[in-house]
């Protein structure tokens, strides 16, 4: 409620009444028209939010007053809302930005219009910010963190239409301001081909390869999965240059191709069989290729055995011999082909032929044996007797050079049991080689 106070200066004076009234009874009679005018007025500029104004009482021809309305009790100043028409809020920068793995943080300009009559109380009618008889509309710029504050939200990964990134303006003086306004901004997917990939080799192993692909932005690693993905493989079983596609997604964009290298599995790492270094074979007078089969396991991922398979000569590898006719030591050479790399060098032993006992013709402790002689590959003939069968114990033994076709033991015991048996051997490269023993044949001696 609005009350009107007259302030009376001095309460002897009179308004020009001849009976010398007090001033107060007959001003109080004399202006009760002008009362009625004050209180409207008064009402008037308090409804118009100009509290504390002073309002000047028209003078009488007897004195001077003033009358000051004040606002009451019962009155409340309306707050100021800043999404209203009077603010300007706006981002510093009109633009777009992209995912950096940090929080992006837009700086917002703040601008409030005040017009004469606004309620700001530091302006007074007709003035502007001091500036009198000027009635124009001014502009206030808010200052960050003295007059309001920003908050941001969903700003760190690239944005989407239904979860953009925003920030939040918040006025700091809630006794005069209230509202908030909220700005949204683009936060983009970071485009792939800027980034560092690293894409590492592979070994044969006999299935399709997925590649290992590391991509990296400034020092941050990548997870494949949730930042890239890796598809449409190209020639990624075989030795040789394979490609696939990268691409971004989640915080990540674009597609890139990326290139890795499979290279052949090393042949020496493989098991084979048989085991040449412990075979001997016979001279026959013809060059001698014994057979070797090298074993493949294939694997997939995680190096789970798929299977295993032989590999084929002429396609995984090629096999030459030397001195692989001749009694003596022969060398085999096994390269890798295709997709197999490497060598290995692998020996097996030639021995002479046997030859075979003919007969045994005994004597009077004595026993003769002939044989069949061999021509090619031998240096001479071992010749054995002995009362044991397995010729373990009791045995003579005796060495006889090429071009002997028989042999005389004596001193034996008389009318006692002997068994027979003979071979061949070669000497070569200081090495003597014998052949296996032929038949067995017993007599009884005399």
């Keep these: 409620m609005v009350k009107c106070y007259r302030k009376v200066t001095k309460s002897s004076r009179t308004c020009g009444n001849k009976a010398g009234i007090k001033e107060k009874e007959v001003c109080m009679m004399r202006l009760q028209w002008k009362s009625r005018l004050f209180v409207l007025l008064a009402a008037g500029v308090l409804a118009c939010g100009m509290a504390g104004y002073s309002v000047k009482a028209a003078e009488?021809?007897?004195?001077?007053?003033?009358?000051?309305?004040?606002?009451?009790?019962?009155?409340?100043?309306?707050?100021?809302?800043?999404?209203?028409?009077?603010?300007?809020?706006?981002?510093?920068?009109?633009?777009?930005?992209?995912?950096t793995g940090s929080a992006i943080t837009p700086e917002v300009e703040v601008v409030e219009t005040i017009t004469p009559d606004s309620g700001d109380e530091t302006q007074t009618p007709g003035t502007n910010n001091g500036r009198t008889g000027d009635t124009s509309d001014t502009t206030k710029t808010w200052v960050k963190d003295v007059n309001y504050t920003l908050?941001?939200?969903?700003?760190?990964?690239?944005?989407?239409?239904?979860?953009?990134?925003?920030?939040?303006?918040?006025?700091?003086?809630?006794?005069?301001?209230?509202?908030?306004?909220?700005?949204?901004?683009?936060?983009?997917?970071?485009?792939?081909?800027?980034l560092q990939m690293e894409g590492k080799d592979k070994v044969y192993r006999g299935s399709p390869i997925n590649a290992d692909v590391n991509m990296?932005?400034?020092?941050l690693k990548l997870e494949r999965g949730k930042d890239y993905r890796v598809k449409d493989y190209v020639n990624n079983e075989n030795v040789g240059t394979a490609s696939a596609t990268v691409k971004g997604i989640g915080n990540y964009t674009g597609e890139r191709t990326m290139t890795f290298e499979i290279s052949a599995k090393n042949i020496y790492d493989l098991p084979y069989t048989p085991n040449l270094s412990d075979k001997t074979y016979t001279y026959t007078g013809k060059t001698l290729t014994p057979k070797v089969e090298f074993t493949f396991t294939v694997t997939g991922k995680q190096n789970a055995v798929l299977g295993k398979r032989i590999l084929t000569e002429g396609t995984d590898y090629t096999i030459s011999y030397v001195d692989n006719k001749k009694v003596g030591v022969a060398n085999v050479m096994v390269i890798g082909k295709g997709n197999f790399t490497g060598s290995r060098i692998m020996s097996f032993k030639i021995r002479p032929q046997e030859t075979k006992l003919k007969k045994l013709v005994k004597g009077k402790k004595q026993i003769k044996a002939k044989w069949a002689e061999k021509e090619k590959q031998v240096t001479g003939y071992v010749v054995m007797c002995s009362t044991k069968k397995d010729f373990s114990s009791n045995v003579k033994k005796v060495k006889v050079k090429k071009g002997t076709k028989k042999y005389t033991f004596k001193n034996l015991k008389s009318k006692k049991k002997y068994f027979v048996r003979v071979r061949t051997y070669k000497k070569a490269a200081g090495m003597t080689y014998y052949s296996e023993w032929s038949n067995v044949l017993k007599i009884k001696t005399r």
């Design 216 to 219: 990296y932005y400034n020092d």
């Design 151 to 194: 908050t941001y939200d969903n700003n760190i990964n690239a944005g989407t239409a239904e979860k953009p990134a925003t920030v939040t303006i918040t006025p700091k003086d809630t006794e005069k301001y209230t509202g908030e306004v909220t700005l949204t901004f683009v936060i983009n997917p970071k485009d792939i081909t800027d």
């Design 60 to 99: 009488t021809s007897g004195g001077t007053g003033t009358e000051t309305t004040t606002p009451g009790d019962s009155e409340t100043t309306e707050k100021i809302d800043i999404s209203g028409d009077n603010f300007s809020i706006s981002f510093v920068e009109d633009k777009e930005y992209t995912y």
